[in-house]
């Protein structure tokens, strides 16, 4: 079997496991993501800890509807991964990495914003909706950028497109691109 096809395997079954697992009501966005990471690529968090620092970002950070709870899980969980091991990340590169999976959720959704992303969701309906995808997407771009961090480089060369792209979406939160 091909190393790229088992990739592609685990980046689909982390995404699908995560789906599920929000789905079924047991856990948040937030958990979801960072529970499945965690298991998949060895993180070593024990699940209490896991739920405890990442329960306060469930429905955009405390149900306020900003940051996306699925991606502030799938951040969580790739800075979790690359900030550890016999030869942790340096700081620059965890930074990158996680502005590579912004980037990429951002170019996908148009928003990073729950509010935004789940205003066609029924508030009193017990259905994820949309937010399933986010979930399992959050969790599949995660996962790529952990068992392919050669595409890091890729993002970073596309900050450009990517701020260019989304000038209006920007502009209309009465924002400006951040560069540093």
Not at 108 to 130: A, E, F, H, M, T
Not at 136 to 148: K, R
Request: glycine share 10%; net charge negative.
């Amino acid at each position: 079997m091909e190393p790229r096809s088992q990739d592609t395997r685990l980046i689909i079954q982390s995404g699908t496991t995560a789906r599920e697992l929000y789905g079924n009501g047991s856990m948040c966005c937030s958990e979801a993501v960072l529970t499945v990471i965690n298991r998949k690529f060895d993180g070593g968090l024990s699940q209490d800890i896991l739920i405890a620092i990442s329960k306060g970002f469930c429905g955009g950070i405390g149900d306020a509807g900003c940051v996306c709870g699925a991606l502030a899980g799938a951040v969580m969980a790739q800075s979790l991964i690359l900030g550890k091991g016999p030869l942790p990340t340096d700081d620059d590169e965890v930074r990158k990495a996680s502005k590579a999976l912004y980037d990429r959720f951002l170019t996908q959704y148009g928003s990073i914003c729950c509010r935004d992303l789940s205003k066609d969701r029924d508030p009193n309906s017990d259905s994820k909706g949309v937010c399933l995808d986010y979930v399992e997407s959050a969790t599949a771009i995660c996962a790529d950028l952990l068992l392919h961090p050669d595409s890091l480089q890729k993002a970073e060369n596309a900050d450009d497109e990517i701020i260019n792209y989304h000038t209006g979406t920007f502009a209309t939160h009465g924002l400006k691109p951040v560069r540093f």
